[in-house]
């Protein structure tokens, strides 16, 4: 297992470079710079900038000098806001993205799973089509319409909750929440009903099920297990989904979050902001990838670590 | 073992429900009672260094913070004492004497002194800060050659510290609107020593602004400053006219979407927004004329031609195709926010001025010189793109000019839009056959609108160029007489117009929605509200 563990990091690694070497390269090419105002800047003063933020050096030393910089833990100062770090940003926004896909995530297993299980216990009925077109609907809904939806149901006609803000009162982190985790609620109650209805339909349920235990026992105790592992290798990719899909959540309920940092530096071409954020959530979606194949592994006596099986 | 956890289940549902269905406090009723008012103030302020900063969102915050030489009356906006309490102007209108006010105080409790001044404008106009606003100071004698390293000793530049409490100031030209650039934010005071404290004099990554370490000496200071999330300021007790000041708190908060911005008003978390979703902004006006302002705004909305490329180098093709669009049904049923359809550069009644030159609206005399210039009924006319930045907005306006160049001249435009960044350099680099602009003045004067078209001016953009254009600018910026400057920017304007480098279409509005307790907010054509009359009330 630690050889695994091992053997991926080092994978990463060259990964990682790749990443930073194209977004760097990405970005220069982009149209329009981020010293481009609506009101003219001088030559004179443009050129300054230009000099203060090392520009105006050739491409492969402006990346080779940024690479040392990252190695030092110096992601250099943001364009836009002068008096920050991308450090300091990305410790601002990280936690508060984190705390929101950690929620997003909870509702989405609660209510996927929940509705997975219900559907998978009496396929083709009723209980079955309900909850699993509600999913349908909830993976083509887009959150941008939700997150106005439930604002308006709860927040402005019945005064529940908050529209809008994060952590200055009770509830407003109860509507964010469900909005990202919706989706991926529909999926997980889809991979649930899917994963169920396959280890449900294997000898040792029937011979449970022969053997005259309650339903509630064989759900829970035999089948739930195998049932989930579906679900569980989608958890890494929702996780790193859920962290870098969270932009457009973060600007309906005014959430100051990583993903709304993101989108904006990219409009901004705040070209060090860009290279952090990108470079953080590689390795984001680097290492849930690999806790995700972790688990599964445990989970899963058949899957064998290593490559070799 | 089910049954507890299904009756744990049941009790936390319990709670959560009755603790949602009690009354939810709401920022305005509690904010109206407490004296703090709630704003939206669109993205993140880039900076609160009033040298640096350049966007509208920062210079609200910094207005609540410093207080320049002069503050604008919120009415009027005329000049009225601010951290000066008088001033005399010499006969020939190029030296101002300002006397500031011996109450004025730093938030620290420091005395604010003429030197403070000297020490501001000094860091503004140094070339290793870059600030692009230094240009507002380039009316001071010998201000630019120091900015641009001609002369390096800051003595030789027109600002001077008579004494403790006396500042001159020398002009290059006598400048009739020099007073009202002394309320723009970057000719505001900083305190030398909290500058020094934190940074170098000439490092915009210099910490000075955050909270905690602000010091300054508006009517407001900075208590919070959280990335993304909320500026806070409280009232300042130092402030010299701490007396008219009612707000007891001013929290400003970036929210870059205006849909949210809207909801955010609506469910009571906003006394003001920024701004109004464009589909909402008519079901306002009907529904809810009370919430929603719109008032004339000192910014002009127009489209530029590139006229160093065919069909564009010819004059007639580009007043043709100004003439053919009907702007009063662009903003009747396009824009719809109150704008005001203009056939000339600077929004009329700027400071008493009106422009005499004016496009027609007539579109068989636009056929005729189309026909003139070679293309009748729009015959051997090339397929032109028309670059706007991407805006659902612009895009609507865009559509509309599209469809009636191609009804009354027969001409096929083609659109293309980029995004805001992709936009400017497409433009700078002139690489555009129309493009969309538009200009907010910066002070109240013709002249902030007029000198843009200046030869080679930074803003022009449009490669035109005009010698008695250029000359009549020059000697507006000398004269002293308000009528023959007047008429020296009337007869600009008519070549501007007759000329046609751009097609004016509307004059802007300032439209936002404001909650009913907010009082002593006044409509001026700048959008201006000096923060230290504002206060909340609620009408019985």
């Keep these: 297992m630690l050889r695994f563990i091992i053997y991926r990091i080092l994978q990463a690694i060259p990964v990682l470079l790749v990443v930073i070497s194209a977004t760097f390269i990405l970005i220069r090419m982009a149209p329009g710079g981020p010293f481009d105002a609506e009101k003219a800047v001088s030559p004179y003063v443009l050129e300054k900038l230009n000099e203060r933020y090392n520009l105006n050096a050739p491409l492969p030393e402006q990346l080779f000098d940024y690479i040392s910089g990252i190695i030092k833990g110096d992601f250099g100062p943001s364009f836009k806001f002068p008096t920050r770090s991308v450090t300091e940003m990305i410790a601002t926004g990280l936690p508060i993205t984190f705390e929101l896909a950690f929620y997003a995530m909870l509702v989405a297993l609660l209510i996927g799973i929940t509705a997975g299980l219900v559907a998978a216990i009496r396929p083709n009925t009723a209980q079955d089509y309900v909850p699993m077109s509600v999913a349908m609907i909830g993976i083509c809904m887009p959150s941008f319409l939700m997150g106005p939806i439930l604002v308006l149901i709860f927040g402005i006609w019945l005064e529940w909750l908050p529209v809008s803000g994060w952590g200055y009162s009770a509830g407003d982190k109860i509507l964010p929440a469900i909005t990202l985790g919706s989706t991926y609620a529909a999926y997980i109650a889809r991979l649930t009903r899917g994963g169920m209805l396959e280890v449900l339909s294997q000898d040792y349920i029937r011979t449970a099920r022969a053997k005259g235990l309650p339903t509630r026992t064989i759900i829970f105790k035999h089948a739930l297990k195998g049932g989930l592992l579906p679900v569980v290798s989608f958890l890494g990719p929702a996780i790193a989904g859920l962290l870098s899909g969270s932009f457009v959540v973060e600007t309906i309920f005014q959430i100051p979050g990583l993903g709304r940092f993101y989108v904006q530096a990219a409009f901004n071409r705040d070209y060090t902001m860009i290279m952090g954020t990108t470079i953080f959530f590689s390795m984001l979606i680097i290492f849930f990838n690999l806790i995700s194949d972790i688990i599964a592994a445990y989970l899963n006596p058949r899957i064998k670590l290593g490559g070799e099986g | ?540």
């Design chain 2, 1 to 540: 073992m089910l049954t507890s956890l299904r009756c744990v289940f049941i009790i936390t549902l319990l709670s959560l429900l009755t603790a949602a269905c009690g009354p939810m406090d709401n920022n305005v009723d509690t904010g109206t009672a407490g004296q703090i008012l709630h704003l939206g103030n669109g993205s993140e302020p880039p900076s609160l260094d009033p040298h640096l900063s350049t966007a509208v969102n920062s210079s609200n915050i910094i207005s609540t913070l410093l207080e320049g030489l002069v503050t604008p009356n919120p009415k009027t906006l005329e000049p009225e004492a601010g951290a000066a309490i008088s001033w005399d102007i010499s006969a020939d209108l190029r030296t101002y004497t300002f006397h500031l006010n011996p109450d004025g105080h730093w938030s620290n409790g420091e005395p604010v002194e003429a030197s403070d001044f000297v020490y501001a404008w000094h860091r503004l106009l140094m070339p290793e800060l870059a600030a692009e606003y230094s240009y507002q100071l380039f009316v001071l004698e010998n201000a630019e050659a120091f900015y641009k390293g001609d002369i390096t000793d800051f003595n030789q530049v027109g600002v001077k510290a008579i004494d403790r409490l006396t500042l001159q100031v020398r002009l290059k030209a006598p400048t009739p609107y020099f007073l009202s650039l002394l309320s723009h934010a970057s000719t505001f005071p900083v305190h030398p020593e909290t500058v020094a404290a934190y940074g170098d004099i000439d490092d915009p990554g210099n910490l000075w602004t955050r909270a905690g370490n602000f010091v300054g000496n508006g009517p407001f200071i900075l208590t919070e400053w959280a990335l993304n999330r909320i500026v806070r300021v409280e009232k300042n007790s130092h402030y010299w006219d701490a007396d008219t000041v009612a707000l007891e708190e001013i929290r400003f908060y970036p929210i870059d979407n205006l849909g949210t911005e809207e909801r955010m008003f609506r469910s009571k978390t906003l006394h003001l927004t920024v701004g109004v979703p464009e589909e909402k902004i008519a079901r306002y006006a009907k529904d809810k004329p009370e919430l929603i302002n719109i008032s004339p705004y000192l910014g002009t909305y127009f489209y530029r031609f590139n006229v160093n490329k065919a069909p564009f180098d010819d004059s007639r093709v580009r007043r043709a195709l100004s003439m053919s669009i009907d702007r009063q049904q662009i903003v009747d049923a396009v824009t719809k926010g109150g704008q005001i359809p203009t056939y000339n550069l600077t929004p009329a009644n700027t400071l008493g001025y009106t422009a005499k030159a004016a496009i027609p609206f007539d579109i068989p005399a636009a056929r005729q010189l189309m026909a003139e210039a070679g293309y009748p009924q729009g015959k051997g006319f090339p397929v032109v793109e028309l670059l706007y930045n991407t805006s659902e907005g612009h895009r609507k306006i865009a559509i509309a000019i599209q469809q009636m160049w191609k009804l009354a001249l027969g001409v096929e435009i083609r659109l293309f839009n980029q995004d805001w960044k992709a936009f400017l350099e497409t433009e700078k680099n002139g690489d555009f056959a129309i493009a969309r602009g538009g200009w907010i003045g910066d002070y109240v004067d013709p002249n902030t609108f007029l000198d843009m078209f200046v030869s080679n001016g930074g803003n022009n953009r449009t490669g035109w160029s005009n010698q008695k254009y250029d000359q009549l600018i020059q000697q507006a910026g000398r004269t002293a007489g308000t009528d023959q400057r007047f008429e020296q920017f009337q007869q600009a304007e008519k070549i501007l117009i007759d000329d046609s480098p751009i097609i004016p279409i509307y004059t802007y509005t300032a439209i936002y929605l404001k909650s009913t307790d907010v009082k002593g907010w006044y409509n001026n054509v700048l959008n201006a509200h000096p923060i230290k009359y504002v206060y909340l009330q609620r009408d019985d």
